[in-house]
């Protein structure tokens, strides 16, 4: 256990409805990243946040998937009107400003949509 | 030409042999260079960090690092069946935000 926390860890959705999914990183942790991660291929990165600003936005990612970071703790990401191919493994990441830029990822949350 | 390449494998190996995986990546203003493994199913686990060229050695595994040759290996020594999963390499440039540009990954087996 890494000390980062998603839930839910699984969710199946059917399209078209709307998923929020929580990450929880390590408590003194001020960056935190989401990632998405389909069978056979590395892991690809959605965004990232200092604190609870929004620094980066991958320009590969649609206007349907949104993250929020709240006073810099926790964070939501959300995909409105899924699609099958948003089905994929959604991971989260925390690390520390300075030091070694080491990550540590959450269990992930792996979504289905049927 | 991908950011960071890996031989997809599999790669399969006899147990307590030498396991030697390597990974390319093109960005030459990267600092940081990782290894992680990945059990199917699961998330990725940190195996390796390396920051400077050389030899890194940490208990079974040891990464080498040659900036100039923008290239990162990993041996995993002994190899037991339990090593058996899909190891990641993750190149970081702190100009970047400090995102991870991942491979696709390397399968190994080890067979008993």
């Known amino acids: 256990d890494t000390g980062v926390s998603q839930n839910p860890r699984h969710k199946i959705t059917k399209r078209g409805q709307n998923v929020t999914f929580r990450c929880d990183p390590i408590s003194e942790h001020n960056r935190l990243y989401w990632y998405r991660q389909t069978l056979g291929q590395g892991p690809e990165f959605l965004t990232y946040?200092?604190?609870?600003?929004?620094?980066?936005k991958s320009r590969l990612l649609s206007d349907r998937f949104s993250a929020e970071r709240p006073k810099g703790s926790f964070s939501t990401l959300e995909i409105q009107r899924t699609e099958q191919g948003d089905s994929a493994m959604y991971l989260c990441a925390s690390s520390l400003t300075g030091g070694a830029n080491i990550q540590y990822f959450g269990a992930g949350t792996r979504l289905s949509v049927l | 030409q991908k950011e960071v390449e890996q031989n997809s494998g599999p790669l399969s190996v006899p147990e307590g042999a030498i396991a030697s995986l390597n990974c390319t990546y093109s960005?030459?203003?990267?600092?940081?260079f990782f290894w992680y493994r990945q059990y199917s199913g699961k998330s990725p686990e940190l195996i390796m960090s390396?920051?400077s060229n050389g030899d890194k050695e940490d208990g079974r595994f040891t990464a080498q690092l040659n900036k100039a040759s923008q290239y990162v290996s990993l041996l995993i020594r002994d190899s037991q069946p339990s090593d058996s999963a899909t190891y990641l390499c993750?190149?970081?440039?702190?100009?970047?935000?400090?995102?991870?540009?991942w491979g696709l990954g390397t399968s190994l087996a080890v067979n008993p």
């Open positions: 390396i920051y």
């Open positions: 960005d030459r203003g990267s600092q940081s």
């Open positions: 993750a190149v970081m440039n702190a100009g970047n935000n400090r995102k991870l540009i």
């Open positions: 946040f200092q604190n609870e600003a929004q620094l980066e």
